[in-house]
Every structure is written in structure tokens, then in C-alpha cells.
T-cell receptor, first 113, second 114 residues
Framework: DTEVTQTPKHLVMGMTNKKSLKCEQH?????MYWYKQKAKKPPELMFV???????INESVPSRFSPECPNSSLLNLHLHALQPEDSALYLC????????????FGDGTRLSIL | GESVGLHLPTLSVQEGDNSIINCAYS??????FIWYKQESGKGPQFIID?????DKRQGQRVTVLLNKTVKHLSLQIAATQPGDSAVYFC?????????????FGQGTTLQVKP
């Protein structure tokens, strides 16, 4: 069982909907990450949070809005997504930004209609 | 820029045989590497890591070998089992590693034949 928990496991939404993905870890890690993974491809980094502050945004469109309410939680708010945004969204955490390895959750499978 | 790449997209082995999954990297200054296993419907699972001051590291049924001369690392799985069927990624931190950004290889799919 993974120690990084993501909800929901599956999400289907229309292009005009607003939804949020949630990620939680209780390992005391101070760095958290969002990745996007398309089928048969490696994960691609979207955002890095370090001590609850956004430290990296990999030029992600503004329709994806991350939030880190506290050191254990990471959210990804979704609005006006496009069909090409359909993918597996993975959350990961590590002890600190420069401390490896990163530990991943099982992801949210997102489908945009 | 840095890159990591795997030699074969798919590897098929007989149950009980040993598996070897290869990965090449481009940055001679790279000093840390990770292997992840991703089963269908799950996220990447950390298997083993290695620092550049080591040539070999062993875990439970897995061994990672690092050849800095040719910038190559491999993951060896002993007595491969059906539960080892998955996509395997090698990864390394980008640059000095301070950003937290990981660079992944393209992945090798391991298929275990009964």
C-alpha cells in the first residue's frame, strides 16, 4: 500500500466543470509534487511545493491551479479543461525538495468529455 | 541537457529466469539514480536507488549496477516472478538535484511468461 493517498481514483468531467484532486501524506515530508502521465509515457512534472510554498511551475496552463493548505495536503484545482488533459495525475512527496527518493500515490485517472 | 534512456521498450522473460533492464544517461556529473516499478493501474513504486560512489547495490531479489565509465546502469531481477510484470523506469534528479525535478527514462515493459 502506498503512503501517499490520492482521491478520487477516477474522475470524469466536462470541459466546463470545476473539480479538485486531493493528495495526502503523513510521512512528515516537506516537499510535494504533481505529475501528469499519459499512456505509455513517463511521468511529467507539473508543480513542486517545498515547505508549503510553490517552488516550480513547469509552464502549466492556468486551468490547473495547485494549492498546498498544509504540509500533509496537496490539491489540484481543475477548471475548463480540454480533452487533451485526460491523463493519470500523480502526486508524490519526499523528505525535502533536494532529498530523494520521491514516493508516489496511485494517481487519479482523469477523463475529460 | 540531461537525459536518461532505456535500451528496450519491452522485455519478455520466462518465469524463474533473471531479468536485466538497462538504462543510459548523458550527464557524466550525475550522482544519483532511482529505479521505479509501475504496475498497471498504480503509481510508480520506489524499488532501489544508487549513488555514484557505489558500483553496485543489492536489495531483495534486485541488484542495480552502475558503470560510470560508459554512463550506464542496469536493474537485475533474480528469479523473475509474474508479480514483477510492470513498467520499469530509471530516473535521476535534474542538475544539482536541488530543484526536486526528476528526469525519467521512457520505461521498459517487463512481461513474465509462465
Amino acid at each position: 500500500d502506498t503512503e501517499v493517498t490520492q482521491t478520487p481514483k477516477h474522475l470524469v468531467m466536462g470541459m466546463t466543470n470545476k473539480k479538485s484532486l486531493k493528495c495526502e501524506q503523513h510521512m512528515g515530508h516537506r516537499a510535494m509534487y504533481w505529475y501528469k502521465q499519459k499512456a505509455k509515457k513517463p511521468p511529467e512534472l507539473m508543480f513542486v511545493y517545498s515547505y508549503e510554498k510553490l517552488s516550480i511551475n513547469e509552464s502549466v496552463p492556468s486551468r490547473f491551479s495547485p494549492e498546498c493548505p498544509n504540509s500533509s495536503l496537496l490539491n489540484l484545482h481543475l477548471h475548463a479543461l480540454q480533452p487533451e488533459d485526460s491523463a493519470l495525475y500523480l502526486c508524490a512527496s519526499s523528505q525535502a525538495r533536494a532529498r530523494m527518493p520521491q514516493h508516489f500515490g496511485d494517481g487519479t485517472r482523469l477523463s475529460i468529455l | 541537457g540531461e537525459s536518461v534512456g532505456l535500451h528496450l521498450p519491452t522485455l519478455s522473460v520466462q518465469e524463474g529466469d533473471n531479468s536485466i533492464i538497462n538504462c543510459a544517461y548523458s550527464n557524466s556529473a550525475s550522482d544519483y539514480f532511482i529505479w521505479y516499478k509501475q504496475e498497471s493501474g498504480k503509481g510508480p513504486q520506489f524499488i532501489i536507488d544508487i549513488r555514484s560512489n557505489m558500483d553496485k547495490r543489492q536489495g531483495q531479489r534486485v541488484t542495480v549496477l552502475l558503470n560510470k565509465t560508459v554512463k550506464h546502469l542496469s536493474l537485475q531481477i533474480a528469479a523473475t516472478q509474474p508479480g514483477d510484470s510492470a513498467v520499469y523506469f530509471c530516473a535521476e534528479p535534474q542538475g544539482s538535484g536541488n530543484t526536486g525535478k526528476l528526469i525519467f527514462g521512457q520505461g521498459t515493459t517487463l512481461q513474465v511468461k509462465p
